[in-house]
């Protein structure tokens, strides 16, 4: 995350709806943010994987004007759960459930409060990334050739050890990769590469509009 996040900004308003990541602990962090200058909102989603155990994290928050309204937390793997909470124009807290194996249980103060804190981070994090201008780009890896899921192909400039691993990677798997990278001014740095379309599932504009709309 340190070789991503940069001091540089815009020269002008960066464009409404962006794709970034970063390396988090013990996986990547997939970010998509959609924002509505003219009532306040902002709508991110966020898709966390871990490098080992194959546990993905799909978590859509919304903002009205920097606080955080809306949680809604998917989490699969060993130990699947759904998580939602929602926040009144004062933050107080107006509507809570965890769902596990069919049953619905409350959250305590402190995971709450845990939940709260980590929107605003992650808010804060992806304005960051946004001024530094590190822009998340997925495809498909196949025969050397890597597709981008709106279509083209490119030739990202990976490090040696990003190529010599990728390489590595498909001497063992007959069929496409998901591959998905990061690009910025300083450089470009690989992030994920699995055995998944992430191009099933990449959200849309559209998907983050629809999302708020329907609120």
Known sequence: MAL??????YHQSPPAFTATGYI??????????KDDTASGR???ESVYSTYRGGD???????????????????????????IQLRFDAQGHLSFMQRERE????????????LYQFEARRLLDVSQALRAGRVRLKQGVWQNGVIT??????????????????????????????????LEAPEGTQLLLVA???FCRWQPSEDDLYLAVAAE
């Open 24 to 33: 988090a602990d013990r996986g990547a962090m997939r970010l998509w943010r």
């Open 42 to 44: 902002v709508t991110l």
């Open 148 to 181: 981008l899921c709106q279509g083209g192909t490119v030739a990202p400039n990976f490090d040696a050890r990003a190529a010599g691993w990728l390489a590595a990677r498909t001497r063992h798997t007959s069929g496409a990769l998901g591959i998905a990278w």
């Open 4 to 9: 991503m996040l940069t001091a540089c900004s």
């Open 102 to 113: 069919q049953r619905r249980e409350s959250l305590s103060d402190d995971e709450t409060a």
């Open 56 to 82: 993905t994290t799909v978590t859509r928050y919304e903002y009205q004007q920097g606080e955080v309204r809306q949680i809604r937390r998917q989490q699969s793997g060993e130990q699947p759960e759904t």
């Open 195 to 197: 055995n998944e379309d």
